[in-house]
Each structure stands twice: as structure tokens, then as C-alpha cells.
């Protein structure tokens, strides 16, 4: 992880300056969260995609692709390298044509396990200023804020 930046002077002032720290934020914490999933040869996608399959197997390519805000074309790329990786399975039940159902398999999940612990580190290092009662407030907050932009919180 690189070494973290020295916080801002103060509260953020003038019109926007939430919103502009939000987004400054959110691009720090994905340049660690890829770094930190390089290690095991991942990107969020391919996170997103473990995610979503783990919790609802069966799902299909287009479910997929609209869960994480890409096309179906570009999920199967992400998928075939899940696949290749023995990470992913399509499982298609006769007459169902190409609509494939994919599920996570016992070594995706270890994967994903990895995956989850990396992430969950930034997270640690990224929260280790904010008081325990105040991390709960902030992640409902951040939902409500999601929810007002229309992000898909699932």
C-alpha cells in the first residue's frame, strides 16, 4: 500500500467541495483496492463479478454486465479469465441456447476470500481514524448518498 497523503487542512469550503472530496477519495481508494487486488492477479471487475455470482450463483452474462454498469461483451471477456483461472463455471441446462448460468467454484471462493481480505485492508487503513461508533454512520450515510445518485447498492 502506498503511503498514506496528510489529511485536508480543514473542512471542505465553497460550493462543491464535498462532492470533489468524495470523488478524490474514491479514486485514492481505488488506486489502493487495485493495487492491493494485483497480487492476486485481479481487478474489481473480476471482484464484482465473484461478488455478485457468490452471493446469487446462476446469474447470466447480462445480469452480470447491468450489476456492475458494463456491457454483456465486456463481462464475458471478464469472465472467460475467471474461467481460465478455474475461478468460474458456466452451467447451461439443455434448450437454454447461449444463455449461460455461472457459478463461483470451490477455488473461485478461495479467491474471492483473498480478494475480500485485500479489500478489507485498505479499508482498515483508510478508517483507522474514524472513531468505531462513527463507521457505522458513515457507511449509511454513504448508502443514502448512493441511493440519492441512483447507484445500485446490492
Request: aromatic residues 0%; proline residues 8%.
Amino acid at each position: 500500500m502506498s503511503s498514506p497523503a496528510p489529511p485536508p487542512a480543514g473542512p471542505p469550503a465553497g460550493p462543491g467541495a464535498v462532492a470533489v472530496l468524495l470523488a478524490t477519495l474514491g479514486r485514492r481508494v481505488r488506486e489502493e483496492i487495485d493495487t492491493a487486488l494485483r497480487a492476486e492477479q485481479l481487478t474489481m471487475r473480476h471482484l464484482s463479478a465473484l461478488g455478485h455470482l457468490a452471493r446469487r450463483p446462476g446469474l447470466s452474462y447480462s445480469e452480470l454486465g447491468r450489476r456492475a454498469g458494463v456491457t454483456a461483451q465486456s463481462m464475458q471477456a471478464t469472465l472467460r479469465q475467471l474461467e481460465e483461472r478455474g475461478a468460474v463455471e458456466r452451467r447451461t441446462e439443455p434448450g437454454r441456447g447461449r444463455v449461460a448460468e455461472l457459478h463461483v467454484t470451490p477455488d473461485g471462493r478461495r479467491l474471492l476470500t483473498r480478494a475480500e481480505k485485500a479489500v478489507a485492508e485498505v479499508e482498515r487503513v483508510m478508517l483507522a481514524s474514524v472513531p468505531r461508533p462513527e463507521r457505522a454512520l458513515l457507511a449509511r450515510t454513504l448508502v443514502g448518498m448512493l441511493g440519492r445518485l441512483g447507484e445500485d447498492t446490492r
